[in-house]
């Protein structure tokens, strides 16, 4: 099964930006898509949104359209989420998972998740 | 955006129980319905894929069903390694909405 491994912790301050790095152990990784999740402290899963490694197309969940950023680099197998305008609330773990669909509507689901990248943002 | 609504929020059971828990859309969500399971400081565990469709490596002691609205994990014969957090999420529609997870505790 494809490990997904990525980038270290973060501390921020309001208002600046994070971005997290998210590579997979094998060459398969443009077949799929990646999935960005983030749990804050004590709650639930959120989903952030989705990116397929195969053509580039994305969607991002609603309430973080403008912050969010996701790319991928099929040449070293490695997606990107970017958040910018950071706000204390959007301290949490962050996810990546690989989604074995490669375009969103087909039976998508995320078999593989990376470890969790902690970021914190405080003044 | 479909609501994903889990109940209980908690149970605690014992070793060897039957255990069930239901997850429940705000509007048709097919078959695309997944079931993954956290332990504290660990990356969510794909269990169940498409309502009832066994993750590889994944114990035949668990099992999903339903379609449409309403669906359930059952967890038979409870061991040890499964006292964790249980979160549904469906992939009918974006955003891929998750509940608010099901934690199992030991009795």
């Known amino acids: 099964q494809v490990q997904l491994v990525q980038s270290a912790a973060e501390v921020k301050k309001p208002g600046a930006s994070v971005k997290v790095s998210c590579k997979a152990s094998d060459n398969t990784f443009s077949y799929f898509g990646i999935t960005w999740v983030r749990q804050a402290p004590g709650q639930g899963l959120e989903w952030m949104g989705w990116?397929?490694?195969?053509?580039?197309?994305?969607k991002y969940a609603q309430k973080l359209q403008g912050r969010l950023s996701m790319t991928t680099d099929t040449s070293t197998s490695t997606a990107y989420m970017d958040l910018r305008s950071l706000r204390s609330d959007d301290t949490a773990v962050y996810y990546c998972a690989r989604d074995v669909a490669a375009r969103l509507g087909e039976l998508n689901y995320l078999d593989s998740w990376g470890q969790g990248t902690l970021v914190t943002v405080s003044s | 955006d479909i609501q994903m609504t889990q109940s209980p929020s908690s149970l605690s059971a014992s070793v060897g129980d039957r255990v069930t828990i239901t997850c429940r859309a705000s509007q048709t969500v097919s078959h695309y319905l997944n079931w993954y399971q956290q332990k504290p400081g660990e990356a969510p565990r794909l269990l169940i894929y498409?309502?009832?469709s066994l993750q590889s490596a994944v114990p035949s002691r668990f099992s999903g069903s339903g379609s449409g609205t309403d669906f359930t994990l059952t967890i038979s014969n409870l061991q040890p390694e499964d006292f964790a957090t249980y979160h549904c999420q469906q992939t009918y529609s974006s955003p891929h909405t998750f509940g608010q997870g099901t934690t199992v505790e030991i009795k």
């Open positions: 990116i397929s490694a195969y053509n580039g197309k994305t």
């Open positions: 498409a309502a009832s």
